[in-house]
Each structure stands twice: as structure tokens, then as C-alpha cells.
């Protein structure tokens, strides 16, 4: 599980409906990490970082949504079932988690997406837990 996680600690960041994770995971047809469904359970985006220029987006709620992109990569890129965009575009590039691996890519769109579709592309951080350290500097 997912520890409390200082920089998010206050109600600003608590998540009101955590019926709503499972709803729109259901909706993306994957199973993701604990690591993975823990955070979002908890917590409610989006969130910035101080490590990295990405906003990290919440799952369900807001324009965007890890939802609503993952559903535009997946009919724009071909971006398998198994891959979530976790981030708005920053720089030509956003941030993919692999629901089968729990590994997290950083995937510009120059070619580094069909690299991520062909399963050719390296990963940034091998698990969502790993990620998240480096995002929030823990």
C-alpha cells in the first residue's frame, strides 16, 4: 500500500469518491498495480511536482483525465489496452504506465510512441512505486 505521502498530506488532495477509481478503471479495461490503485484510491489530482515539469493527472476527475487521454492516445497512436497516460503533453511528450509491468515511460511523440507500441521502448522507472518516489521526492 501506499504510505501518506507528506506532500499531498490535507484534505485539498483527498479523493471524495474512491468508488470512482474502480468505475473508470472498469471503464479502461485494465488491473493495475496496488501500488498504482492505492495512490489514486487516496488521493485526487491533479498534481505538480517539484522533480519533474509533468502534471501528473487524476484518473477520473477533470479535463484532462488519465481517462480521457488514454482514450485519445489509444484511438490516435494505437497505444495498447495496457498502457494509461498518466500526464498532459508537456515538450512533445507525456508520461505512460504499463498496467501489465507497472513500469512508467516517458514517450514524446517523435517516434518514441510507436517505439512504446512495438515494446521497444526502455522505461524511465521500472514500477509506479518507483515513479512516484522520484515525483513527489521521497
Known amino acids: ?3 501518506e505521502i507528506a506532500a499531498l498530506a490535507g484534505s485539498a488532495f483527498v479523493r471524495k469518491n474512491p468508488r470512482a477509481v474502480e468505475v473508470a478503471l472498469a471503464e479502461l479495461g485494465v488491473q493495475v498495480s496496488a501500488a498504482f ?7 485526487e489530482g491533479p498534481f505538480a511536482s517539484d522533480h519533474s515539469g509533468f502534471q501528473l493527472l487524476d484518473l477520473c476527475v477533470g479535463a484532462p483525465s488519465i481517462v480521457s487521454l488514454t482514450v485519445a492516445c489509444r484511438e490516435q497512436y494505437a497505444f495498447l489496452a495496457r498502457y494509461l497516460v498518466l ?4 515538450g512533445g511528450g507525456v508520461l505512460v504506465y504499463d498496467a501489465v509491468s507497472d ?3 516517458n514517450v514524446d511523440f517523435e ?3 510507436r517505439e512504446l507500441v512495438a515494446g521497444r521502448l526502455a522505461p524511465g522507472w521500472q514500477s509506479f512505486r518507483e515513479f512516484l518516489a522520484y515525483y513527489v521526492g521521497q
Open 111 to 113: 517516434g518514441g510512441e
Open 103 to 105: 513500469a512508467v515511460y
Open 37 to 43: 490503485f492505492d495512490f489514486y484510491s487516496r488521493y
Open 87 to 90: 500526464t498532459d503533453l508537456l
Open 1 to 3: 500500500m501506499i504510505s
